[in-house]
């Protein structure tokens, strides 16, 4: 049976995303990893949506 929330906490490679950092850096590209949230729009999240979202750790927030 398929699980209705798969683990996605490994989706992209370590090294990769580590070669991605210095390929930018050795180019001068201004690059960093964040969490990225995504939520459902369009409308503002509420002020207690936003410390929800900084406690769980995202760094940036869009909606569709």
């Known amino acids: 049976m398929e699980s209705r929330f798969p683990d996605v906490s490994a989706t ?4 990769l995303r ?3 950092l210095v390929i930018a850096d ?4 201004r690059a960093f ?3 990225y949230s995504a939520m459902q729009g ?4 509420t002020p207690a949506e936003y410390v929800m979202l ?3 750790g995202s760094d940036a927030t ?3």
């Open 54 to 56: 900084r406690v769980m």
């Open 33 to 35: 990893e964040c969490v």
């Open 42 to 45: 369009p409308d503002l999240e």
């Open 12 to 15: 992209y490679d370590l090294d």
């Open 62 to 64: 869009g909606m569709s």
């Open 18 to 20: 580590a070669r991605v």
């Open 26 to 29: 050795k180019n001068r590209i």
